[in-house]
């Protein structure tokens, strides 16, 4: 009948529409120009354990591994000896006293004394530069500085030549020194170049192998 509104479900087209009813199945619609969220995780970009290593990237490691500590705690034992040796240098000017005046008898007081002095002095800076540098390459390479342990192997070989040199200069006490300064001399550079050693350099220096 002309007129008649027609019930709601039987227009055209209303029984195809997916949509029709009360917004089912509608897809949430999106700000204009609004990025879709994305379907998988969020990408990570911060670091792991405090670290700052991106993913695929191990940390470096916390703790320095066996040879190495133990060459540092030698290194310890070095700078011990060059301070032992920096007072047996304190105990002998009279000893270096007399050497000299027996090496010259035509010196007078004064000019031994000025000279054993000056011998003595120098042991003393000697000493202490020594003991210096043992505590620097014991902190360095604990620390896994690459560059620590080319100067503790240029050091090791200059304090090994050196102390070969002055093996025939004493004996006694000194010489047993010497020795023992040769001996830990060699094996901290043995536990430096050790595999895990070399690992460790490598590791905290962000060096790829």
């Given at each position: 009948m002309?007129?008649t509104?027609?019930?709601p479900g039987?227009?055209?087209g209303?029984?195809?529409?997916p949509?029709?009813?009360?917004?089912?199945g509608r897809?949430?619609e999106?700000p204009?120009g609004?990025?879709p969220p994305?379907?998988?995780?969020?990408a990570?970009?911060?670091p792991?354990?405090?670290?700052s290593a991106?993913?695929?990237?191990?940390?470096?490691?916390s703790?320095p591994p066996?040879?190495?500590r133990?060459?540092?705690?030698l290194?310890?034992v070095?700078a011990?000896?060059?301070?032992l040796?920096l007072?047996?240098?304190l105990?002998?000017r009279?000893?270096?006293?007399?050497?000299?005046r027996?090496n010259?008898?035509s010196?007078?007081?004064?000019d031994?004394?000025?000279?054993?002095n000056?011998?003595?002095?120098?042991?003393?800076?000697?000493?202490?530069?020594?003991?210096?540098?043992?505590l620097?390459?014991?902190?360095?390479?604990?620390a896994?500085k690459?560059?620590?342990r080319?100067?503790?192997?240029v050091?090791?070989?200059?304090?090994?030549?050196f102390?070969?040199?002055?093996?025939s200069g004493?004996g006694?006490?000194n010489?047993?020194?010497?020795?023992?300064?040769?001996?830990?001399a060699a094996y901290?550079?043995?536990?430096?170049?050790?595999p895990?050693s070399?690992?460790?350099?490598a590791a905290?220096?962000g060096k790829?192998?």
């Open positions: 002309s007129g509104t027609p019930p039987s227009g055209p209303e029984d195809e529409n949509y029709a009813q009360s917004g089912q897809p949430p999106q204009w609004a990025t994305p379907s998988g995780p969020p990570w970009s911060g792991v354990d405090g670290g991106a993913w695929g990237e191990p940390a470096p490691p703790e066996q040879s190495i133990r060459a540092a705690i290194m310890y070095g011990g000896l060059s301070a040796g007072l047996f240098t105990l002998a009279d000893s270096i006293r007399d050497a000299i027996d010259d008898s010196l007078s007081a004064d031994v004394d000025a000279a054993a000056l011998i003595v002095g120098v042991g003393i800076v000697v000493g202490l530069l020594g003991a210096a540098l043992w620097w390459m014991a902190y360095a390479n604990k896994g690459s560059w620590a080319v100067v503790a192997t050091l090791g070989g200059l304090n090994i030549l102390t070969l040199f002055s093996l004493g006694g006490l010489l047993l020194i010497n020795v023992v300064t040769i001996a830990l901290i550079l043995y536990l430096l170049y050790r895990d070399s690992a460790y350099y905290v220096s790829r192998r």
